[in-house]
């Protein structure tokens, strides 16, 4: 005999029932054949004799029917209807399955059934869409990676490589006659030949230069964002004679020195060290195309400072 | 006397073993008396001006964890020191040699040491000429189309990956960005494909951080995918220039040498148009060094016929080419060209593939 006021008597309210969920608002009912999912008085699989629930498997529906007679043999107690797929022959079925029961099981189990519908179409089309795909990461294999990458890094030079990559071109011409720097050889033998003459029209010009020179000098190291480029340290500590070739002769050279010296000076005072071999450089590239390309060293200037 | 010596010794080698330079003839007596001590059978020649162990003796068969520690440490330094000796004794016979001297040999890099590779390109090879006449990209070089590029991202990009795709999108001229909202690449691709682009890129976003690019040539091209690593933006960069203008950059490859590399070499060409602007000074270099491809973004400027200084703006990233499929993109029935699989591949650390 099956007393249901007793049973709710004692799990629901007075002791203890393994599969109530309590919460600060409401009971929670974790028994898999909860129609509702709450713990109530008349929800309770366990407190009802007649109950009946909707439950799916793997896209099918079924309804549950509970069998109080087996009550005995709780394997058997439960009796299952497979529903059709059809939404209203499933509602028609469950209504005739379910005549002279209970109002509030019959309603119930309609709405659940349409629950359960409505989820099994979403994650249908769910499929459809895309989908998102993980991939597991091997922390081993990232740790060994990301030290090969340092090492290549590392192994790759990459400023040398593209500072070479660069002259290669120029070398090879690619750049037309857009840089006019005399091609090595040319250049030396024109040296050879024309030196005095050389030293004449550099020595008038001398004047003009130094002048411009310490004007540029000083607005620049007013300036505190120069440093245009990085590199100026690196490369200008290899001796200054290389850059001779195409013009200075060697006093003009020594002058270029005191005034390196002198901006050096100035700017290790105010800031650091790229500003002052940035105007040094700023200033010998001034110096190179006042030399050979007069007519576009505004256009150049314009276009470093942009 | 033996018996009376040991404790002896025992103290003086604890005391010495916080010395830096021991004496040698009282070590090679400790070493005696340790082997008495343990009964080893060996008949040896102590020399005790000279700190050689006999060839029997060896530093693991003594059981005191202290005392084994520093006689390996003595051992390493003995070591140590005949290097050095060996070095200096080289290095006066080739000063002394002078012009004569053999030349130095060039210490063994990982460059040095790689694999044979089969598929190495051969600049006159003319099947690989051939082949790249015909490929995809031909119509590209052959200077028939303009590339244009659209950089898009997985779904909801974070703040990270948006601004590196904005600087991608400036890095890289005639290029548009445009939000994914979690849209199918495969419907994406017919469109892209009616709008005249040639190439799609897509950064795949992981924890608010770029770490993967799917790069395909829209219309049939191959389509590769990479590891994203080392995403440095515009404004991380240290001593960097001004933005860059709306200038084609000059585009630099570096190290592709095998067939597959060629490949994936010509596949970063074609993002640019096919005459840079000189005027823009700018370079775009793809090098690619032990299988990492590294991307940079400079500007440069000739100082003289020999030195240019370079600086860099833009964003830089390294790569690592994870698959490279013939088709457009189609992660169930492409065909796949290459793909990296990890336990045959990376076995060989002198082995590499692009």
């Known amino acids: ?56 498997e793997k896209g099918q529906c079924f309804l549950y029917m509970k069998v109080i007679e087996r009550a005995a043999f709780p394997a058997k107690m439960w009796e299952k209807v497979k529903l059709s797929k059809n939404y209203e022959k499933a509602l028609e079925q469950i209504d005739e399955n379910l005549i002279y029961w209970p109002r509030f099981i019959r309603h119930k189990c309609k709405q659940r059934f349409t629950k359960i519908t409505q989820y099994l179409i979403r994650m249908r089309k769910l499929v459809l869409k895309r989908q998102r795909k993980l991939v597991p990461l091997s922390r081993k294999v990232e740790r060994r990676e990301k030290r090969k990458e340092e090492k290549a890094l590392i192994a790759a030079q990459l400023d040398n490589a593209i500072e070479k990559e660069l002259l290669e071109r120029l070398k090879q011409g690619t750049y037309g006659d857009i840089y006019n720097f005399p091609v090595h050889a040319f250049d030396r033998a024109l040296e050879q030949q024309d030196e005095e003459s050389e030293e004449e029209e550099e020595e008038e010009e001398e004047d003009d230069e130094d002048v411009g020179k310490r004007e540029f000098v000083e607005e620049e190291v007013e300036e505190s964002d120069l440093s245009d480029f990085e590199d100026m340290n690196k490369l200008r500590t290899s001796s200054d004679e290389e850059q001779d070739d195409e013009e200075e002769e060697s006093s003009e050279e020594e002058e270029e020195e005191e005034m390196e010296m002198e901006t050096k000076a100035k700017a290790l005072r105010s800031k650091g060290k790229s500003p002052a071999n940035g105007s040094v450089a700023r200033k010998k590239r001034a110096y190179v195309e006042i030399e050979y390309e007069q007519e576009t060293e505004p256009a150049t200037k314009s276009r470093a400072t942009s | 006397m033996d018996i009376t010596e040991v404790p002896v010794s025992e103290d003086s080698k604890g005391k010495k073993k916080k010395n830096k330079k021991p004496k040698m003839k009282s070590k090679a007596g400790n070493g005696e008396a340790e082997k008495k001590q343990q009964e080893v059978v060996v008949v040896e020649n102590m020399e005790k001006s000279e700190p050689a162990f006999p060839p029997s003796f060896s530093v693991s068969e003594i059981k005191n964890k202290q005392r084994r520690h520093f006689m390996f440490m003595k051992l390493k330094q003995e070591k140590r020191k005949q290097k050095m000796q060996l070095k200096k004794k080289k290095k006066k016979e080739r000063e002394a040699l002078g012009d004569k001297a053999p030349p130095k040999e060039v210490p063994k890099t990982i460059e040095n040491q790689r694999v044979y590779d089969e598929t190495v390109v051969d600049p006159e090879d003319e099947e690989v000429a051939f082949d790249e006449g015909t490929d995809e990209f031909s119509a590209y070089f052959n200077g028939l189309t303009n590339p244009k590029v659209l950089i898009t991202t997985s779904d909801r990009p974070r703040g990270r990956t948006v601004r590196f795709c904005e600087q991608l999108a400036t890095v890289i001229p005639n290029a548009h960005v445009y939000y994914r909202r979690g849209l199918a690449l495969k419907r994406v691709i017919p469109q892209c494909i009616a709008r005249d682009f040639t190439y799609l890129i897509v950064i795949n976003e992981d924890r608010k951080v770029p770490n993967g690019m799917v790069l395909c040539h829209l219309p049939d091209g191959p389509t590769a995918h990479f590891k994203v690593s080392s995403v ?29 590399g060629h490949s994936i070499g010509r596949l970063f060409a074609a993002l640019f148009p096919q005459d ?43 790569l690592k080419l994870r698959s490279l499929q013939k088709g457009t993109f189609d992660s169930k029935f492409g065909e796949y060209e ?9 076995a060989c650390r002198r082995k590499f593939q692009l």
């Open chain 2, 338 to 346: 290459w793909v990296l699989k990890r336990h045959e591949m990376d």
């Open chain 2, 232 to 260: 440095r933006l515009r404004k991380e960069m240290k001593r960097r220039g001004k933005d860059p203008t709306e200038h084609s950059p000059e585009v630099i490859l570096n190290n592709f040498t095998t067939r597959l």
């Open chain 2, 276 to 318: 840079p602007q000189f005027v823009g000074r700018q370079v775009a270099t793809f090098h690619n060094q032990r299988d990492f491809i590294f991307f940079r973004f400079h500007r440069y400027i000739f100082k003289n016929e020999k030195r240019v200084g370079i600086q860099e703006l833009g964003p830089r990233f390294t």
């Open chain 1, 1 to 56: 005999m099956q007393h249901d006021d007793v049973i709710w008597d004692i799990i629901g309210n007075q002791q203890f029932c393994s599969f109530k969920v309590k919460t600060k608002s409401q009971g929670f009912c974790r028994n898999e054949y909860n129609i509702t999912g709450l713990c109530n008085r008349s929800s309770c699989p366990l407190a009802n004799s007649q109950y009946a629930t909707i439950r799916e």
